[in-house]
């Protein structure tokens, strides 16, 4: 039962610093079967960009609209442009069966919790708010204010944890990763997920492949 | 966060001839955290039985008046004895952070997700009918009428699945494993069962060991 016939969208946040996009790579390399699903953006093209592979790109105007109708799982504004995930789109991902993973900061995952029904909230917490500090300062030459704030930041973020389904702690990423193999696996394995396949063995043959 | 504070209770359960038995003996074998809940019985104690090592022996008046005050978080007869799991011992190991699995027909599953909350019911679901079907036959040379029945139970039990939160088709023993350990693995990442683990992370270290 690896592969569940109604599609998984995972969502990964994480406060920053805690590894999650790290992570995120190595589910993607892993299995195949996760698919992203294409933003929406105001801002403009670049150079090989093409509309509809990159991004949707939208007016601004035509971006406001669709936030109004609540055609977005999420959305965000980013630099004075506007980032969004169509919920069409995601709908559409997994009602074929393709899974998907959110990599989005803990206020994304907050929208999400409302928009997607039966998605899978995981949060990677770093092993300590110490080691957080460091790997926050060790980015670079930033001044003491800016580690200082980001580190703040971090802290308002660790306190939404209780909101995810499922924690990982960040302290060896190997085993980190294996864990977040783990809750992907386990959640393709849910009953609630595989309502046909009870019926399909009751029936005859399961192909569970 | 391979492990959690508070223990798990897995309980594995299948119709006859789906292949749990072997999948629990792995499970235990890979995860010693893993803890045996001595059940109380009113049979008669075999040669080298110790009272409270391998049975709590009871007398039947004792076992009837536990059953009576809820002492139990299953109990079944089986060929005229009495067998239960005690519902302190369960809760008591459970408290001290290990873990128990119970590997139990679907019956005993009904009960106990009547008594222990918290559980987690995973159900073994063979390839298909056909399959458990030759499954049944092959074990010997029993009369048709006896396997009919079998099967006929087998499909009482399947019956049962969707009661379950997991389903784990054991077609190919070696992924039905790694299945089971990542439903074990994501469980004991759940936020729901670290209540401690994000209190100590703002405060201070994480050990996640």
């Given at each position: 039962m690896s592969e569940s016939a109604q599609g998984?969208?995972?969502v990964i946040s994480a406060p920053s610093g805690a590894g999650k996009s790290t992570l995120v790579r190595r589910l993607l390399?892993?299995?195949p079967r996760f698919t992203f699903s294409v933003s929406c953006t105001t801002r403009a093209p670049r150079q090989g960009e093409r509309d509809g592979r990159e991004y949707h790109f939208l007016s601004r105007q035509r971006f406001e609209e669709l936030?109004?109708?609540?055609?977005?799982?999420?959305?965000?504004?980013?630099?004075?442009?506007?980032?969004?995930?169509p919920l069409e789109s995601v709908e559409a991902?997994?009602?074929?069966?393709?899974?998907i993973v959110f990599d989005i900061d803990v206020q994304g995952a907050r929208q999400l919790r409302s928009t997607l029904s039966g998605g899978v909230f995981v949060f990677i917490l770093p092993p300590s708010v110490q080691e957080l500090e460091n790997r926050l300062a060790g980015r670079g030459s930033d001044a003491d204010s800016i580690i200082a704030r980001r580190l703040e930041d971090a802290r308002k973020e660790l306190e939404e944890a209780p909101a995810f389904d499922y924690w990982i702690v960040n302290d060896d990423l190997d085993r980190a990763f294996q864990e977040l193999c783990c809750v992907y696996r386990a959640e393709t394995c849910r009953s609630k997920r595989n309502p046909e396949l009870h019926e399909r063995l009751l029936?005859?043959?399961?192909?569970s492949s």
């Open positions: 998984l969208a995972l390399q892993a299995y936030i109004r109708q609540g055609s977005f799982a999420e959305w965000a504004e980013v630099h004075g442009n506007l980032y969004g995930t991902i997994l009602g074929r069966g393709g899974h029936r005859g043959a399961v192909d």
